[in-house]
């Protein structure tokens, strides 16, 4: 397989850690509210929900169109 199978098979799975954790951070949401109950490790959810879940939607979708970019996100990743 090529290198730019490579990004796009590395940008999928990037996309769906992004979707799941999206999913089950809103669950967790959703069910909080819904039980008017503070979130245990609010701190955590802030920081996952403003910086490492947009990153990693990001870095997906600079991987995916071939951007250099991209590859230095992912190491990090």
Not at 33 to 56: D, E, S, Y
Not at 58 to 68: H, K, Q
Request: no cysteine; charged share 10%.
């Amino acid at each position: 397989m090529n290198g730019s199978g490579r990004k796009r098979r590395r940008a999928s799975l990037f996309a769906l850690l992004a979707v799941l954790f999206h999913a089950i951070l809103a669950v967790q949401l959703v069910l909080a509210v819904m039980a008017r109950t503070p979130l245990p490790g609010r701190t955590i959810f802030v920081l996952n929900l403003a910086f490492a879940l947009p990153l990693l939607s990001l870095t997906a979708f600079l991987l995916w169109r071939a951007v250099p970019v991209g590859d230095l996100l992912a190491i990090q990743m």
